[in-house]
């Protein structure tokens, strides 16, 4: 049983940054790939962001490329995501996930095929 909790959500201005952080429980760095996902109302689950293994692969999707970083803390057992230079567009609540393998394939296929997912923290970026 893998469980994720994620946390550094908030409230910023167009321009700001924030740090989420997502605690692992379980997880197995060595055949598993974790990624941050963000959803809107109304709208589909979105991949932001992935990490494979023990952190050399990584995957962003075309939207937060250069302004997101993607990291993991294999001995805290934590998993990072840097918003830079955030636009009202990146409002929503962001997800963190873990799975397997399959999960890192579908990942770049546009698929959210992930085994576990967090709770949420909610970004709002203000114009």
């Known amino acids: 049983q893998v469980l994720l909790a994620e946390s550094g959500g908030g409230s910023v201005q167009t321009g700001g940054s924030l740090r989420l952080s997502c605690a692992l429980t379980g997880y197995d760095y060595n055949s598993g790939c974790l990624a941050w996902f963000r959803q809107v109302p109304g709208k589909e689950r979105e991949a932001v962001a992935g990490i494979y293994g023990h952190g050399t692969t990584k995957y962003y999707a075309d939207s937060v490329k250069d302004r997101f970083i993607i990291s993991q803390d294999n001995a805290k057992n934590i998993m990072y995501l840097q918003l830079n230079n955030l636009k009202p567009e990146d409002t929503a609540m962001y997800f963190c996930?873990?799975?397997?393998?399959?999960?890192?394939?579908?990942?770049?296929?546009?698929?959210?095929?992930?085994?576990?997912w967090g709770q949420g923290t909610q970004v709002t970026v203000s114009s």
């Open positions: 996930a873990a799975g397997s393998y399959r999960s890192w394939y579908g990942l770049w296929q546009g698929k959210d095929d992930f085994d576990y």
